[in-house]
């Protein structure tokens, strides 16, 4: 299960920055941390419930990862062509709520023992992204296309990748978590729809 | 409740919210006008009555009595000209966004799958109505009233 997650994130952040790329991994490591059987469980065992609880976590850390990773085409998107900036904002606020969403309540560095550090880079993101919107670190618009309508399409691709992927991982969730993915999937679907219209009403 | 009750319920509520809105696209659809508009109803009006059909044989599939449709329905506000209809349409969306989003709660396997999917086409069929969107179709405990406008 932590195995096909993984994959699914990978495709999610195909041809991203390597960052960008370090940061998903880095939550795929909380969530092998938290999911599998470690050196540390064995030595320091923890009541079933709380393993169920952290396995939880990591799950949705793993998931909020594919919205930082669309957050973060947003913002090199944005940071390449500011003139969009105007038609991208709330996209980029939704995906960025979105994120926020999906991660756990309560995620501290310290809640897992062994977890600490690929947990804090977690974390990082997480207080990155609580920045108000447009105030985040300054992203550099490499790899995105100079043509601002291609940005576009590329960016409608990721977000239908995106959502495709919640699709995919709302199947196996618990019910609470399942009805918030297909929200969001269905939010990347409709971001895809706004992102390849024509941004005026009469152009169309 | 047992957990095939709660998708019953479901079910059922879905059920309804589908009868309401293929009710209310045939206003829709008297009122949009000529165009690309009077299609799009007509789209969304047999993409209403298939999901209905589907959910009807879906509450037989779990041993229940698919409940009727009422002879009409009040609509939320009056629909005299396009814009109006136009409206209406997206708030039949989010209606049904709201349903199909607790569908997926209650149920599992193929039928949550299916929930999911008509959750997002009634997302982007209320997008296009709309000109935006929230960030949290079908959800309206997060949705407090803001839209994303994209122009």
Redesign the interface.
Known sequence: MIKHKETGVGRTGEGHAGATRRRVLAAGAVAAVAGCSSPARESNPLPAGIQEIRAEEARRQLLAAHSTVLRERYDAVIARHPQLAGRLGALRAAVAEHEQALLPGDVRPTASPSGTAPASGVTASKAASASPSGAAAPVSGSGVPADPDTALKDLAAAERRTSDSFAEALVEAEPELARLLASIAAAGAAHAYLLTQAPAEGAR | MKRPDRALEAVQAALGAEHAAVYAYGVVGSRVGEG?REAEARTAYAAHRARRDALARTVRDLGGTPDAAAPAYALPFPVPDAAAAERLAAVLEDRV?GV???L???AE?PL??E???A??E???R???WR?????????AE?TRNRR????
């Open positions: 690309p966004a199909y989003s607790d997926v709660r209650a396997g949550r799958t929930a999911a999917r959750l997002r009634a997302a982007v209320a997008v296009r000109g935006s969107g929230v960030a949290f179709p079908g959800l997060r994303h406008r994209q122009r």
